[in-house]
Each structure stands twice: as C-alpha cells, then as structure tokens.
C-alpha cells in the first residue's frame, strides 16, 4: 500500500536525523514554511481505537486514498474520534477498496499468510476460505461447543489483546476488533470447544 | 460601621448566602474569616472540581456535609483527540462510592470525561432516592444495563443527559424500563447511542412527561415517526432530532411539517443526520424563534444550507460544517445580529486539498456584521495577519477564540509571514477573553503578546508552535489568571518549566507532549513540589531506562491536595519526591 511505504521511509530518514524530539514521531522543530512533516501515524492497533460504535476509522483510510498521501498526525485536527463516524457515509467507497488485510497463523505452519476480511460476507466464507487456505477443516460453529469435531479452531486477537474464539460476536463487531487471527490446533482447540 | 462577623446572625447569613451561588463566590466567602468558613461549608450545595484527582472524596464529604449537586470532570481535555492513553484514570467509582454513604439526599451528579462503569451507575441508581439529574459528558465504560437500572429505579429523575459518550453494545429495551408511572422527565439526551431505541417505549415515554423540554434522539429514531413524537410533546424548546435520509414522501414531509408547526415554544434543533434537503422546509415553521441550531452532523451544502439559516433571525448559537462556505457566512452575518457563538467544523479534516470555499474572509464576515460574537471555533486552511487583526478589532466581546488552521504551522498564504502579529491583535483586543487556541505558523513573539496582553485568560491550547523556552516562559510569567494550559509539539522544555514552577500551583494543569521536557526535569519538578503531582506518560516503558535527558513523551502535571493517585496504569508514573 502506498501509505505504508512512504510511512516506512520516513520512519528509517527520521532515525538517522540529528533533532529535538522524541525518537519514532516525525514532529521537527523548523521554522518557515514546511508542509506538515511525519508525525506519528495511526498503526493498526490505534485504528480500532478511532472507531467508536465498531465502525473503521474512516480517516486511516482516507490517507490510503488521498491523491498526495500526507501522513497523518494523531490527535489533529483537534476533532473528536466518535465525530469521525458521523463522516461515514462519504467515505464507504474509500473503505472498501482499502481493504482490511489481517494476518493469519497457523501452529507448526513455516510461514504467516494475510487476508482481507473485508471481501467476505460473513463467517461461513471466512472459515471457508481459511479452510482451502491451510488444506484442513474447521468444520461448523455452534455456541455451546465451539468447534466441536475439528482437530483446529480459529481464533482472534481482539483489540484489547486478548484471543477469542471466532464466531461469538456479530461479524460488523468481528470485523472492528480483529487484528490477526490464529489457527491452533489439537488439545488447545478442544479446550476452546468445552464451553469453558 | 465596623461590625464583628460573629455578631451577625448565622440565619441571617446563610439566607444570604443562598442567593450566592456561583463557585467563585462561595470559595471567596469562605476566605473572609473562620467563622464565615464555618457556615459557608454547612449551607454550599453545589461543588464543583474541575480535576477528579486535585482532591480525595473523603476530603469533600468532610467539608461540606449537605451537599446535593456534585460535577466531576476527569480526563485532561486532549483525551478528546487521542493524546491520553486508553486506562490512563478518571475512574469515577470510588467517589461514587463515597457519595453514595454521605449524601443519601444528593440530587444531581454530572460528570465529564470519566470512565464511569455499569457498577457505578447502579449503585447511583440505588443509593439517592431523590436522584434528579445525571449527566455523562464525554464519558465511557458503561453500556445500556447501567441506563437501564437508571431507568429502573430513579422514581424522580429530572434528566439523563449523556452527550457525547461512548455506551457499549447499546440496545434499545433500557427504555422500557421507566416505569409507567414515571412522568417526571424533563431533558433526555441520547444523541450518542449507536443502536436504535424501542420507539414504542420513547413515544410512551415521551407522551406521559408533560415537563419535558428537552429530547435530543439518536440518528436511529426514523424520521417517519419524529412527527408521533412531537405531536405528543408540543411543548418541547430542544430538540434533536434523528437521521432525516429517506427520500422525500409527500404524507411524510406535510405531517412533519404541522408536527413542527405545534411546537411553538421550540428554541434549539440538532440533530439532521444525513438529511434529505427536501424536508429540510419542514422545520421552517420554528426558524424564526430558533437561538441555537447544531447542523455539526448534517451534510446539507449550498442554497439549501443558507436558506435555512437565513430563516433564523434570532440566532445566539450556530454550529455548522464548512459546508457553509464564506458566502453562506457573509449571509449568516446579513441575517443573525443576535448571533454569539460560532462553531465551524470541517467536513473532511484529513483531505489533502480543501474541498469547499471557506477561508478567513468567513470569519472576517461574521465579525462584521455581527457585534455580539463572543465564542469561536473556526477549522479553516488559510489564514492572514490582516483578518486576524480586522476580526480582532470587530469583536470586542469576545471571550472564546479557537482558531484552527488544519495544516500545522500554515503561514499568513499572503505574507508567508508567522501569524504573530494577528494572534497579537486578538490578545490586545479581546480584553475579557478567557479561551485561546492557537495554530498556524508562531514564533515566540506571540507568546510574548500573549504574556503581556491576555491578562483574564484562563485556556490556552498550543500546537505545532514556538521556537525555544522563551515562549512557555512568556505565557507561565504572564497570565496571570492562567488555569489550564495544554501544549503538544513545541519546543518547551526544561528552563521554562523549572523557572515557573511555583506558578503550576496556582493553575489547574499542565499538558504537555511531545516536547522537550527531560525526565530529570520532571523528577526535580516533582522533587521540589509536592502539592503538584507530576505525571509522566510515556508507552515506550519505564522512564529510567532512558538516559535523564531522554524527553518524555506525554506530562500531565496538576496541582492536588490528595498527594499521588494509586490508579495509576503500567504506563505512567508519578515523579514524587519518595516514589523516584
């Protein structure tokens, strides 16, 4: 993603430089004209936290759209974060080619792989899709079990760092609060199963 | 003629004394001898603190044993935008708590930027049988099971107002748990809920609380059914009303429009998320007698927008996007005489490039035509010197000037100069104004202005702004009434603050971040004054794994007769003389 390039680049220049400052933010004490220099941008994590109500944070895409990606300052223009959602409407188009892309891991897998949850409907086609990805089953959810008759269960960090089971909550209020997702397997899978 | 205090009648003073209801007042009569202190602490009803930690509740209880209004605020201000930490405090549950065994007969709790919990607005609930009004402003941590038990058991509740919070997994049965003999609702304020509420139990609600003045309803309340509500509420004066975006049905628009026609005493609209413009004549009916009208959420643009606001000859107060653009300003300022408040907020705050034609000759507009204005907010992209000292020398009573320019240090677009002289002019001229926020492009040299001007002013909100400690020196040395002062992305750092530290004692806070203040710095401030507590935030992990002269990412210093809070999340530490 552009955005994230140009983050990266910045980032690298900024802790080469000699300045006043806090290492790892971009605010630069110069006089004269200069366009807004990078200051820290949202990481993922702190998307979440922009969305009140469970709806994505309609500025950290809108940076991904912009035509001259500006990176974005926390905090200004001094708006309130709650207020960004009343913005929504607009911005849908935007979200939705930006995509929503969460890392997927799997245990005694070499390598993660990344999804975007955003082009799928629901949970079925994400378990789906997660199936044909790591050539195994999951099989179907119910709530007092989990899921029960599969040897793996997907499950996800939430926002406020703690791993859940995929499929308890509503999938808008999924979709907000996932930051990755996991799939374990064996004894620890059949613990998540037994209603504990 | 000389008179002993102690020989005027207690009675005969605290009759006086009720007449004296402002903080200020009471606090100053409670200075003038230990007796006036004596009987000014039994008969105060009302307290207000402005900073939840500055004082212990036990300390509050102990002073003022009869009190029936208490109002906490929390959070510093900049929580709003982000810059506090989520889990950083302002957890309102343990002087609920203490609330709770004091005052069986308090009356009212209002609290801003709290964390409050269901727990703590249960035990609200249960505790006050005279419970009247509760107020949640900017807070968070409950969901609609603390309203519910509210709702439940608050046989005399006047007013919920919860403006601006964040309730969780909002559903809308909470409501139908007032009971049906429950008539005494005077203000509702649920603008914030997400999801939507039972309409049956709202309109039941609604028809049974012939006192109710205020209704602020969430977008979710369909627009088909706002004309039920207001036909059973025709002596509402607020009004919020909810999301407005269905296309335009003939039956719809005619019976909204006699519902608006009843109400004849409505005084103040919000509300219009998403609004078809097609309605929008429907609230004609009530524009002349409006004085304050909130378009913050509506997206309505040009003709439409100004000819709404045209309507509304005896406006005080309007909040509206940028979408009004200068010429629907330059209208605003023909129409509103009366107008004293402006608040103009953008509508796409992190485009790159404007996107509707609002600049400063809209604000110069409007001071113009416009002599009473005394509050501003202004998001804009540009800005001059010139405008600055015209809107400086238009509005002599002003007393809240916000001025947000969206780039960061955005010169004068004409001179390429810093805006020092044009913020200089505001200080010189605003002579009673009490709230200053700057942006653009500064040096010291408004600081400087600032010190030596803004004698009343109590706010001052800094960003992206200054050249060297000289600036925060100007401002600490200089205003003298200077109560809360939050700064990030300057380049302040020790001197200043080290020099000044006696004047933090007499503020309310201190806000700075991403500064330059080092955490030695802190230590010695927190060393030397142990009436402030000085809070080092930093999510980079403990502070004495850096080198002293590392600067800290985030100080919060405030002045508190409660020593150092025990709350106190991994991230932040306090800088007391033991504890470092």
Known sequence: ?196 | MLRKASSFPEEMLEHVLSFITSDKDRNAVSLVCKSWYEIERWCRKRIFVGNCYAVRPEMVIRRFPELRSVELKGKPHFADFDLVPDGWGGCVYPWIAALATAYPLLEEIKLKRMVVSDESLEVIAKSFKNFKVLVLSSCEGFSTDGLAAVAANCRNLRGLDLRESEVDDPSGQWLSRFPDSFTSLASLNISCLGAEVSFSALERLVGRCPDLKTLRLNHAVPLDKLANLLRGAPQLVELGTGAYSAELQPDVFSNLAGAFSGCKELRSLSGFWNVFPGYLPAVYPVCSGLTSLNLRDANIQGADLIKLVSQCRSLQRLWVLDYIEDIGLEALAACCKDLTELRVFPSDPYGAEPNVSLTERGLVSVSEGCPKLQSVLYFCRQMTNAALVTIAKNSPRMTCFRLCIIEPRAPDYQTLQPLDLGFGAIVENYKDLRRLSLSGLLTDRVFEYIGTYAKKLEMLSVAFAGDSDLGLHHVLSGCEKLCKLEIRDCPFGDNALLANAAKLETMRSLWMSSCSVSFRACKLLGQKMPRLNVEVIDERGPPDLRPENCPVEKLYIYRTIAGPRFDMPGFVWTMNGDSV
């Open chain 1, 1 to 196: 993603m552009e955005g994230g390039v140009a983050y990266e680049n910045d980032l690298n220049l900024k802790e080469t430089e000699l300045r006043l400052g806090l290492p790892g933010t971009g605010s630069t004490i110069e006089k004269g004209v200069s366009a807004a220099r990078n200051n820290k941008r949202p990481l993922p994590e702190t998307r979440e936290e922009g969305g009140a109500n469970g709806k994505p944070d309609a500025q950290h895409d809108d940076q991904e759209n912009a035509p001259a990606p500006k990176a974005q300052i926390v905090g200004w223009p001094p708006i309130r974060s709650y207020r960004k959602n009343s913005l929504q409407p607009k911005k849908a188009e935007a979200e939705a080619a930006a995509g929503m892309y969460v890392k997927v891991s799997m245990d005694g897998a070499p390598y993660l792989r990344k999804i975007d949850l955003t082009v799928y409907k629901g949970y079925p086609e994400l378990l789906r899709a997660l199936e044909n990805m790591f050539k195994l089953t999951i099989g179907e959810y119910s709530e007092r079990e989990g899921y029960k008759g599969s040897e793996y269960a997907p499950t996800y960090e939430d926002k406020d760092g703690d791993w859940m089971l995929v499929g308890d909550v509503p999938w808008e209020m999924f979709l907000s609060s996932c930051k990755k997702l996991r799939i374990i397997k064996g004894s620890e899978a059949i613990g998540l199963g037994c209603g504990a």
